[in-house]
């Protein structure tokens, strides 16, 4: 069976439901430390579960028969500047729980997220290459870069299968986002239908690589689908889908709502958001294991906004 650690997330609740689609409900199990929304727990097994504990983590692992993980529990970059000590405790606690479980070959495969944040100040911000200076001043940033060097440890030194992805920011309108510093161009939506109008935690001109969590959900599976032999980078594959600005997203939602109107309040994830590129080089996933991204701007818009007006009816 497939175990989601972290599955109520706002990567998590997709990737359950397109797991359950795709290998039946009864071999998916959903994990997170709070239940999720009706639908992820009306349909297949659910388990309540600390991931920093690793005798639960163990004893689900047992229970269900697992031999797939993949760990999507994480304190996000905003929250996690807030609660330093948490953040890392969680974040790298429950990393190191499923790579142990691993080198104990009681879990044949594992799925681990990073992030974009891994990048700093000083990485070069356009077109930013898998292989760069990296030098990250978020815990969430550091903590995702010290994943990624244990990952690959993991695998160079004990031949853990692990593999992982450098999302950029996710959009999506199935669940909130969860503290992040991109989570203004997924609030601008229920905004713009809301109220007509949005203050933007970011200042114009803020440009951040982003990805339809379809992309995100289709190349997590891709990478997880690839033979042993296609993965070759260890650490995490950068992933690029597409990179706007707040004034970008505003003249693709002014197409649809032409009376919205974005103003400015800038606040302390501006500093996040400057630390991070403007856009990724993505070109060692597509030659390793044929990654291509579908989704632009204006098609994202058009998806959130038609499947975000019912709430606001
Ligand atoms: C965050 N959405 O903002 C996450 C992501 C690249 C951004 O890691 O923290």
Redesign the pocket.
Known sequence: RILIIGACGQIGTELTMKLRERFGEDKVVASDIREGNDELMASGHFETLDATDFKAVEDVIFRYKVDTVYLMAAM???IAERFPAKAWHLNMTSLFNVLNLAKENKIKKLFWPS???VFGPTTPAENTPQTTVMEPTTV?GISKQTGERWCEYYFNKFGVDVRSIR????ISYTTE?GG????YAVDIYHRALKHGQYRCFLKEGTILPMMYMDDAIRATISIMDAEEEEIKIRSSYNLAGVSYAPEDVTASIKKHIPDFEISYDIDFRQEIADS?PNSIDDSRAREDWGWKHKFGLDEMTAIMLENLQPKYN
């Open positions: 996000l970059s905003a992030s974009i944040a969430y999302y950029p920011g996710l986002p992040g510093t991109t989570d991070w």
